[in-house]
C-alpha cells in the first residue's frame, strides 16, 4: 500500500489544521492507521491511533482532547483533526499502517510509512 500525507501547513498557535492520508494500491480497510511526529532534532513520536474500522482510537497524552483520528475507508483516507494548535506541535506528521489485528503505538509496528506533511505552528 501506497501512502499520501498532506494538509500540513503553517497556522497560529490555537488554529487548526486537518490531515490526510490518502492510500492507493490497496484497500485502507485491511489496516490499522497511525499518525506519528517527528521534531526536528527528535526522534518520531506516536501521536494517534484508529482501528481498521474505527471502533478503537488512541491517542498520546500530549494531544489526547486536542486531535481527532478518523477514517473513511470508502474513499481510502484517513484524517487527524488537529485543534488547539501549540507551537510544541510542530514537526513533520506521518501516516503508517499496521498490519497487525490490535493498534499500536511503537513506530516498530508500523509496515507502511507515507512521505510526511510539515505542520508549522507559529506563537
Known amino acids: 500500500v501506497q501512502l499520501q500525507a498532506s494538509g500540513g501547513g503553517l497556522v497560529q498557535a490555537g488554529g487548526s489544521l486537518r490531515l490526510a492520508c490518502a492510500a492507493s494500491g490497496r484497500a485502507l480497510s485491511g489496516y490499522n492507521i497511525g499518525w506519528f511526529r517527528q521534531a526536528p532534532g527528535k526522534e518520531r513520536e506516536f501521536v494517534a491511533s484508529i482501528s481498521r474500522i474505527g471502533g478503537s482510537t488512541e491517542y498520546a497524552g500530549a494531544v489526547k482532547g486536542r486531535f481527532a483520528i478518523s477514517r473513511d475507508n470508502a474513499a481510502n483516507t484517513a484524517y487527524l483533526q488537529m485543534n488547539s494548535l501549540k507551537p510544541e506541535d510542530t514537526a513533520v506528521y506521518y501516516c503508517?499502517?499496521?498490519?497487525?489485528?490490535?493498534?499500536?503505538?511503537?513506530?516498530?509496528?508500523?509496515?507502511?510509512w507515507g512521505q510526511g506533511t510539515l505542520v508549522t505552528v507559529s506563537s
Open positions: 503508517a499502517t499496521r498490519t497487525a489485528f490490535k493498534i499500536g503505538r511503537r513506530t516498530d509496528e508500523y509496515d507502511y
